[in-house]
């Protein structure tokens, strides 16, 4: 089981999950307007990962297998706790933080939110080519303004409706 893999390999990354999926604080509300407040709420970070993915001591598809089984125990949770409620499930990769960053919220049929997705996989392998774990390299030289908006994009993210 991931949970034991994470135990013995991923101590911080397995204390992150197991708090997500054992002591969830997610609160919702009906109303649409609140969405943002939501958003702002159940907001987590795993920070868990950065260590071994920067040494690669973690295969791609062992942090495929922990994100895939926090996104179903937290898909259980919502299924035990709501009944006909839809919520959207981010899971995004912040390559300057760097940072997994968890977020839930309800859904109100924004076409656009599934839009931006990427596949779970190309998520995972794009932070771990790009994830900043030195820090930022600050080059002073002369540079155009569409250098700096091409650079900009720094965070990738995964979405998943979730159906109660």
Not at 17 to 46: A, C, M, Q, R
Not at 136 to 153: F, H
Request: charged fraction near 30%; include cysteine.
């Amino acid at each position: 089981m991931i949970l034991d893999y994470l135990k013995k390999h991923a101590e911080k990354a397995y204390r992150e999950i197991t708090k997500i999926i054992t002591s969830p604080v997610f609160l919702f509300s009906n109303d649409p307007k609140l969405i943002g407040i939501e958003e702002s709420h159940n907001f987590i970070y795993i920070h868990g990962f950065n260590r071994l993915i920067k040494k690669d001591r973690v295969p791609s598809d062992k942090l495929l297998e922990a994100f895939s089984f926090l996104e179903k125990e937290v898909e259980l949770y919502l299924k035990k706790h709501y009944t006909d409620k839809e919520f959207v499930f981010y899971l995004s990769a912040d390559a300057l933080a760097p940072t997994f960053i968890i977020t839930l919220a309800s859904y109100y049929e924004d076409t656009s939110v599934v839009e931006q997705s990427i596949p779970l996989f190309e998520l995972i392998e794009w932070y771990k080519e790009n994830a900043c774990f030195n820090g930022l390299q600050i080059i002073e030289n002369k540079t155009n303004d569409k250098n700096i908006e091409a650079e900009s994009d720094s965070v990738r993210t995964y979405v998943k409706i979730i159906r109660t």
